[in-house]
């Protein structure tokens, strides 16, 4: 019982800094299927390359905790805020007096969900929001508003209507102002998208340069460049909010978008091996938190080839 | 992302109760009992290594040859005892070299028995652990040279790609790798526990 013949040439610290690189890689740049061939290639070389990396994996999947530490957006109303406290002191300064008090920080409460978590949070107004996969939301408010903050991932709004306290999600430049309603939200890089399921609701894209009034049913796909209305059938709402009871619905979906959403909900990725492969298309209901059965169905169905390596699973002709 | 495109008739066909097929299971279910059993001990298993070797620089090798031993051996057959396995593998790998060095006295290698072992740790004490690891990871990042502790910041709490953390502090995509690296390194041994392991930091 002893190590394969490469590692005992090379010492724990630069296997661990090979492991390292290559778990950077695969996490802040472009990853091809080439690239992650190259990965196969060197953690088959030894068994030491492969727990380095699993090890480094595992601890790094641990340091998601840090995300609480995530310092408050400087958008557009922080940044007011501290020019009316900059004004604020000058004005104190002016007057030679210390009577006047920078304007309280409104509590926000934050609530994030790890990859593959979800979370239900309820209201005090009676409101109800669901927290998707991977998200990070920000509630907080003063007297004439609720204000959500999605920072990051998705949310499934039921918000109880108030006139004089309107509920207000913002996703960096762009926000929905709800008028009593069921709806959807997710962000993504300078992009938001709203699904209006029940009621009435506005979007005001990029700090209100466009706004747009939704009707059930309406998806608005709001970038810094462009605002984009599509109409859903309630069947496709109802799959769009699988996610509430666990399950993800592809209609017609092709392997690579089908990939990307079970790897929104899981640290063990599918990697897509050609761009044939890529372009197939499926369909059904699936267990969000099981890529397995998945790659099993794709695997019979689309007689596909599955390897499963460590961290991913690999779909190929 | 996965659109659900409209006007595509509903197949019906849904998620079939197939069984797991075989090879699905080793792999993953191997990586699954190494992260959730093997790698909790680190901390313990490096406390005794260093405590039973004298020489401390050698102490991250004979890590990587026990981890590499006992996963090879969980390949056959997972151990049902993961943390006496684990001991019984470093006394046994330290009794070899120290025949195999002349250098230290078996002697010194203590029983098994006498080891102080943390027991299974019970599920409040998962969950205090939990809390735990973002005051270890704080302590951690605050540890880490500044331009990599900007680099970590940026990539890991901000969530921004690698492009725009090398554009945001005008480095080469070369050295935001090298930090990333460097910081995913550091954080991960204080999540595992190799306080004060010289060769932690490189």
């Given at each position: 019982m002893s190590t394969s013949g490469e590692a005992v040439l090379k010492s724990q610290m630069e296997i661990e800094s090979e492991a390292a690189e290559w778990l950077q890689r695969r996490h802040f740049w472009d990853w091809s299927a080439s690239d992650q061939s190259e990965l196969d290639a060197w953690l088959a070389q030894s068994t030491a390359h492969e727990i380095a990396f699993v090890r480094l994996m595992a601890g790094y999947g641990r340091t998601?905790?840090?995300?609480?530490?995530r310092a408050p957006r400087m958008d557009r109303s922080a940044l007011t805020r501290l020019l009316r406290i900059a004004a604020g002191l000058a004005v104190v300064a002016a007057l030679g007096t210390w009577a006047m008090q920078t304007p309280s920080t409104p509590t926000e409460t934050r609530y994030v969900t790890p990859v593959g978590g979800r979370q239900t949070i309820m209201l005090a107004d009676g409101s109800r929001i669901d927290l998707n996969t991977d998200s990070e939301i920000r509630l907080g408010g003063d007297r004439n508003h609720r204000l959500a903050f999605l920072d990051k991932g998705e949310a499934y709004f039921q918000i109880r209507h108030d006139a004089s306290r309107p509920f207000v999600v913002r996703a960096g430049a762009h926000r929905v102002v709800d008028l009593g309603t069921k709806f959807l939200v997710r962000t993504g890089g300078d992009r938001m998208d709203v699904t209006l399921v029940e009621g009435r609701a506005r979007v005001d894209a990029n700090g209100g340069a466009r706004s747009v009034d939704l009707l059930p049913g309406d998806e608005v796909i709001a970038t810094a460049r462009q605002l984009t209305t599509v109409h859903k059938t309630s069947q496709d709402l109802g799959n769009q909010l699988g996610w509430r009871r666990g399950v993800i619905v592809f209609r017609h979906t092709t392997l690579a978008d089908a990939a990307a959403e079970f790897n929104r909900y899981n640290p063990n990725r599918i990697v897509i091996g050609s761009a044939e492969v890529a372009a197939l298309k499926i369909d059904g209901t699936f267990p969000s938190d099981d890529p397995d059965s998945f790659a099993e169905i794709a695997q019979v169905i689309l007689h596909l080839r599955v390897e499963r390596r460590a961290g991913s699973i690999v779909l190929t002709k | 992302m996965a659109r659900v495109m409209t006007h595509t008739p509903d197949t019906g066909r849904t998620f079939p109760d197939l069984r797991r097929l075989e090879a699905a299971m080793t792999s993953s279910a191997l990586v699954d009992w190494f992260v959730r059993?093997?790698?909790?001990l680190e901390a313990a298993l490096m406390r005794y290594l260093r405590q039973n070797?004298?020489?401390?620089?050698?102490v991250a090798d004979l890590r990587q040859d026990i981890y590499v031993q006992v996963y090879d051996a969980a390949r056959k057959q997972v151990p049902t005892h993961t943390k006496a396995f684990v001991f019984q593998t470093a006394r046994n790998l330290l009794i070899d070299r120290v025949r195999h060095?002349?250098?230290?006295?078996?002697?010194?290698?203590?029983d098994l028995e006498t080891l102080d072992v943390p027991g299974d740790v019970p599920s409040p004490e998962r969950a205090a652990i939990a809390r735990d690891d973002l005051r270890r990871l704080r302590a951690a990042l605050d540890k880490l040279p500044p331009r990599c502790r900007e680099a970590v910041v940026l990539g890991r709490?901000?969530?921004?790609?690698g492009r725009a953390i090398a554009v945001r502090m005008g480095v080469s995509d070369q050295a935001v790798s090298k930090h990333l690296a460097n910081g995913i390194r550091a954080l991960v041994n204080e999540i595992y526990g190799r306080e004060n392991d010289r060769e932690g930091q490189s």
């Open positions: 998601d905790r840090l995300v609480a530490l | 059993e093997v790698l909790p070797w004298r020489n401390p620089d050698e060095d002349r250098v230290v006295p078996i002697e010194t290698v203590p709490i901000e969530g921004l790609p």
